[in-house]
């Protein structure tokens, strides 16, 4: 079986988890951490199959979530749409479409994401502006019909507050952001009044947005782990560091990252080897720029 390991690194717009705040001081292609006029990128993962210990074929992988996709950006580095690919047989097909709109400022207008498998359902993300602190966004669907989503921004810190259509159920969450409005605490207070988990994140230098340590706290476990990075001149990840504070075992696992890269600087091959040493998943990108 594969060994799947959570990096929280790249935050992929998907509105209720991300913070806007993060949206309204970069475009797209800076969140995917893409360089120069990208038009379009295809992204494929693969799990190699070994038949011995140095021979292997690949073969697309496809479990639970998206994994492969296309994305498609405007000329102001925004998304213009996002297509996930699901594995039927040995080929890809689209399973959902995303399809985003904006206003004159950049700023996100809508988001909907249209399903062909499964309940086949579509969802709707509308935002509404007030002024530069308020941020509303309503999330309309079959299952739950409607939900909210009240971003607030206040000096260094954004306040979200998120209710189902009664308001019978409502969560909050807390962030604090440092001077280069980059994220170095999260709060997650769920449906309660005290923190239910805390995410304390550090940086390798005073501007780069690398993160160096990303710890986390669960409070309803009592649990406390960590993941450390380091990163290439390109500021992409090389090793990869996981452990948990209880845990007197001073050996930490590390997965390894190696690239292949185009002549504008992006990866379109990347090589994760797991803590065990072993090939364990090849991501390609092909991309596509505007001239």
């Given at each position: 079986m594969k060994n799947t390991y959570i990096i929280i690194l790249i935050l992929i717009p998907i509105v209720g988890f991300a913070q806007m705040r993060e949206r309204l001081n970069s475009n797209d292609l800076e969140r995917y951490g893409l360089n120069g006029k990208v038009k379009e990128v295809i992204h494929k993962e693969y799990e190699p199959r070994f038949s011995?210990?140095?021979?292997?074929?690949?073969?697309?992988?496809?479990?639970?979530?998206?994994?492969?996709?296309?994305?498609?950006?405007?000329?102001n580095g925004n998304l213009n749409t996002r297509t996930e690919l699901r594995k039927e047989n040995d080929s890809l097909k689209t399973g959902?479409?995303?399809?985003?709109?904006?206003?004159?400022?950049?700023?996100?207008?809508?988001?909907?994401?249209?399903?062909?498998?499964?309940?086949?359902?579509?969802?709707?993300?509308?935002?509404?502006?007030?002024g530069d602190s308020i941020i509303n966004v309503n999330q309309l669907e079959k299952t739950?019909?409607?939900?909210?989503?009240?971003?607030?921004?206040?000096?260094?810190k954004?306040?979200?507050?998120?209710?189902?259509?009664?308001?019978?159920?409502?969560?909050?969450?807390?962030?604090?952001?440092?001077?280069q409005n980059r994220l170095i605490r999260s709060e997650?207070?769920?449906?309660?009044?005290?923190?239910?988990?805390?995410?304390?994140?550090?940086?390798?230098?005073?501007?780069s947005k690398n993160i160096y340590k990303n710890i986390s706290l669960d409070a309803k476990y009592n649990n406390t782990w960590y993941t450390e990075y380091?990163?290439?001149?390109?500021?992409?990840?090389?090793?990869?560091?996981?452990?948990?504070?209880?845990?007197?075992?001073?050996?930490?696992?590390?997965?390894?990252?190696?690239?292949?890269?185009?002549e504008n600087k992006n990866w379109i091959e990347k090589r994760h080897y797991g803590t065990n040493g072993k090939l364990s998943t090849v991501f390609r990108r092909k991309i596509t720029y505007y001239e």
């Open positions: 011995n210990d140095s021979t292997y074929t690949l073969e697309l992988y496809d479990f639970l979530a998206p994994h492969n996709y296309k994305i498609e950006f405007n000329q959902a479409v995303w399809k985003y709109k904006y206003d004159s400022n950049n700023r996100i207008l809508q988001e909907k994401r249209i399903s062909f498998q499964n309940s086949k359902d579509t969802m709707i993300w509308n935002y509404k502006y007030k739950y019909k409607i939900l909210y989503y009240t971003y607030k921004q206040k000096g260094n954004e306040y979200l507050n998120h209710a189902n259509s009664d308001s019978s159920y409502i969560t909050k969450k807390r962030f604090v952001y440092d001077k997650d207070y769920r449906d309660k009044d005290y923190i239910q988990d805390l995410r304390l994140i550090s940086y390798v230098d005073s501007i380091s990163y290439n001149k390109k500021g992409d990840i090389t090793t990869m560091s996981f452990g948990n504070f209880s845990n007197s075992n001073n050996k930490k696992p590390l997965n390894r990252y190696e690239y292949i890269y185009d």
